[in-house]
């Protein structure tokens, strides 16, 4: 039986099109500092400014806005695959655990590959130029981009953009393609290593949204691929302090 789409679909699909534009601008602007300040200062990390945290959470909440007052006019739970077949706790943990084996199985690729210690310096070079230092600016971007993001951005890039398009589009695959472009776009600043990471992990999420679990099981996968780096980045910059100790020591035995 053929979805019925609600009748503003398309609106709400050109709205999360041109939101990818505005994150793919940001994302070139931002890859364009990196690299200026990588130039400028060496392995030497910029953080950001105290108001990146409040920016954060304000997007967010403008994006929750956005999708709660459109709901049933311009998308609804069938039209972006959101299941309720499986009990949504179930869904988030079977996310989360999917995550687990991909960060489990991508760190043994790295390690034979021998690639992990330098995914392991990009990954941190970009959670600490993303991550404020003062208290509250650093709570208020974690409630942003752990809590809201991984709904905000699922419900839109997944939800709408895949699978509300492929309907809409009749194609599946070709909305999955658009979405694997607007997904390298949304993480450019991140680098080359860091692009095929979240191509797997756009795989993973689409999987995730036409199996049994839906699109809660692509939110949970996202939940736990946003809150481990920021758990871990006190452990990631003392081994990345380590990493560079060594090096120069390294470099001046030499």
Same mark, same amino acid.
């Given at each position: ?121 990009? $990954? ?5 130029? +993303? !991550?404020?230092?003062?208290? %509250?600016?650093?709570?208020?971007? &974690? =409630? *942003? /981009? ?49 692009? $095929? ?5 756009? +795989? !993973?999420?689409?999987?995730? %949204?036409?199996?049994?679990?839906? &699109? =809660? *099981? /692509? ?36």
């Amino acid at each position: 039986m053929k979805t019925e789409l609600p009748p503003s679909s398309l609106m709400t699909i050109c709205f999360v099109l041109f939101m990818s534009t505005v994150y793919l601008l940001s994302g070139i602007s931002q890859r364009r500092l990196i690299k200026k300040q990588s130039r400028e200062k060496g392995l030497k990390v910029e953080r950001p400014k105290a108001s990146n945290g409040s920016s954060m959470l304000t997007i967010q909440m403008s994006l929750i806005f956005f999708l709660l007052t459109s709901y049933n006019g311009g998308w609804n739970f069938t039209s972006v695959g959101l299941k309720f077949e499986i009990a949504p706790i179930i869904s988030l943990i079977v996310g989360n655990i999917c995550y687990i084996l991909f960060v489990f199985a991508l760190t043994k690729i790295l390690k034979i590959f021998k690639l992990l210690e330098t995914i392991e310096d990009d $990954t941190y070079r970009v959670m600490v130029r +993303l !991550i404020p230092r003062q208290k %509250l600016a650093k709570v208020l971007l &974690l =409630i *942003g /981009a752990c809590v809201f993001n991984p709904i905000t951005e699922e419900l839109m890039f997944r939800g709408i953009l895949v699978h509300q398009l492929g309907l809409f589009l009749n194609n599946t695959w070709l909305a999955i393609a658009l979405g694997l472009f607007v997904n390298i776009g949304n993480h450019v600043y991140q680098g080359s290593f860091q692009i $095929t990471t979240h191509t797997i992990f756009y +795989l !993973i999420v689409v999987a995730l %949204l036409y199996s049994p679990f839906g &699109l =809660i *099981g /692509a939110i949970g996968f996202h939940f736990a691929g946003d809150i481990y780096p920021f758990m871990l980045v006190k452990k990631s910059a003392i081994e990345y302090r380590n990493r560079r100790r060594n090096k120069r020591a390294k470099t001046d035995f030499n």
